[in-house]
């Protein structure tokens, strides 16, 4: 579709584009012997795609200790979140052990290719099923955006097993090509044949927002812990509020690409600003 060219639009669409905080978006170094397209094809196809051992056993035991702590003692507050499953929110205020996953850059290659630029993460959380917790409702993420299906995601989801993901302790459950569904729900059969997403700890699973999945049951004697990262459209709003979770001087110690998608950022010509300045004035003091 032709670009809309009307008297003065390239000058508005230009008006708030940052001249001294240049957007880190794409700048990330992908390992030359990364598949990005062969990723990229599988997602556009099913709707997920698996990044197996993505992490080592290293990282993933820094992130279990340093979110442990933090957790709950007992479950949720309501069915969908799990009566038995144990929820951390703010990670990134509590700690950033688990920045690698938000910005780690196979996942922002395949974000580069899903949004504009400047996209957002939208939340970051713990979830830890318990046992004894049942399957949760089938859903799409970017659903509370009501625009008609089908339509382009306007959200994103990473899950990573920090244990392994098995059919018995809730592995997460998705219906491939579901993403592709116009308006409706799941057929009971379509329900029944929703696939568990097996994967070893340490491995990512990346689903568009408008792929049909849920957690899984647990009916193991063991507990399965995981981290989630979402992220939006740049236009789109975040679901967690970070400007008010995260302060200043926690931002301050995350990354360039972490302060961009935490909101730290420009989607041209001026979302996103302050007083109309660029929000990276804010960490200047």
Known sequence: MAPLMLDGLDDYANTGNPRKYHSTAGSQPVPDDTPVDRLWAQLETNGYVILERLFDEQTVQEMRQAVLPWMAPRGGRNPFEG?????????????LACNP???????????????EPNYLLSQLQVIDILP??????????DSFYSLPR???????????????????????RIIPASHLWAN???????????????????????FTGTLWHGGGGNRSAASRLALTAQYCA??????????????????????????RLLGYSIHAPFMGMVDGMHPKRLLEG
């Open 83 to 95: 009566l038995a499953t144990r929820r951390l929110y703010a990670v990134i205020a509590k700690t």
């Open 150 to 172: 089908p339509r382009p995601a306007l959200g994103a989801a990473t899950i990573m097993a920090l244990d392994d993901f098995t059919p018995e302790n809730g592995a997460t």
């Open 234 to 259: 740049p236009w789109c709003r975040q679901q967690e509020n970070f400007s008010l979770s995260v302060p200043r001087d926690v931002v301050l110690q995350c990354s360039e690409h972490i302060r």
């Open 101 to 115: 996953l938000v910005e780690h850059p196979i996942i922002l290659a395949l974000l580069d290719r899903l949004f």
């Open 132 to 141: 004894g917790e049942t399957e949760q409702a089938l859903h799409f993420d």
């Open 184 to 206: 409706r729900l799941p057929t009971a059969e379509e329900a029944a044949s929703a696939v568990p997403v097996v994967m070893p700890a340490g491995s990512v699973v990346l």
